[in-house]
Nanobody
Framework: QVQLIESGGGLVQAGGSLRLSCAASGGTFSSYAMGWFRQAPGKEREFVATISWSGRSTYHTHSVEGRFTISRDNSRNTVYLQMNSLRPEDTVVYYC???????????????????WGQGTQVTVSS
């Protein structure tokens, strides 16, 4: 019954910025660790970032560290991915995901997540 809906994707010039949003419904958002993943056609799903239930702990994969920032607003049941200094290689579909936090705080393996959104396309032109 948990539903995740991503939004905020689009077309930007290299060096530009986008903010992705993921709105959750049908669950207890404040109990979930959240993650962002991305997947290009014909390629495996790639971890991007994760955030603990409280928002106090985050981790970003090396390829986006310093450019992307994950955050959450539990009062709005929403997780965000702020993307700055975008590059053409960031062109991909981005997905958000949720997993009940058992105390670990955050999760980096996509197989650990139970719920997934439908994805939002990001395209970065050179």
């Amino acid at each position: 019954q948990v539903q995740l809906i991503e939004s905020g994707g689009g077309l930007v010039q290299a060096g530009g910025s986008l903010r992705l949003s993921c709105a959750a419904s049908g669950g207890t958002f404040s109990s979930y660790a959240m993650g962002w993943f991305r997947q290009a056609p014909g390629k495996e799903r790639e971890f991007v970032a994760t955030i603990s239930w409280s928002g106090r702990s985050t981790y970003h994969t090396h390829s986006v560290e310093g450019r992307f920032t994950i955050s959450r607003d539990n009062s709005r049941n929403t997780v965000y991915l702020q993307m700055n200094s975008l590059r053409p290689e960031d062109t991909v579909v981005y997905y958000c995901a949720a997993v009940n936090d058992d105390g670990t705080g955050y999760y980096m393996d996509g197989e650990e997540y139970d719920y997934w959104g439908q994805g939002t396309q990001v395209t970065v032109s050179s």
